[in-house]
């Protein structure tokens, strides 16, 4: 079952949804910074991308390992992530291989994503990707964020 986490540092906030553990809100007091989803265009909001970042043709590759069949993106933003740690400013979500991602992905893996909030406005999100077996682990990682448009905001 899916949980959402919520991190504080002064003013600033985080949430991020144990489902992908993606980040569903970053805000700075009430001011809303992240995209909160409409299906109408994109129902997410920040997705983890793992253990690829985009697509595999026609959605199959063969690696060392076997067969790899993956969507876009892989499946990290689809699966349950366990909170491995966790304070008033920083969490940290993990998942492992499974029986299920062996069948799409066939190797060993432990992907950890750690979000922070640092000094007065600052966000981290620290990917950390360990091979848990015995063979080279083939993969890329990523993060997919959307931001609301703030017409008073200068880059």
Known sequence: MSRVVTIANGTASASIDSLGAQLT??????????????????????PVLFPIVGTLRDGHAMSAQGE???????????????V????????????RDTPQTREKFPYAFRLNMTYALTGEASLTQTFRVENTGDV?????????????RHDDVVA
């Open 25 to 46: 809100s970053l805000k700075l007091g009430d001011r809303e910074y992240l995209w909160q989803g409409d299906s109408r265009w994109w129902g997410k909001h920040a």
């Open 68 to 82: 790899v069949t993956l969507g876009r993106h892989g499946f990290a933003r689809d699966v349950e992530h366990e």
């Open 136 to 148: 080279t682990l083939p993969f890329s990682v990523g993060g997919h964020p959307a931001f609301n």
């Open 84 to 95: 491995v740690a966790q304070d008033e400013s920083s969490v940290t979500f993990e998942i």
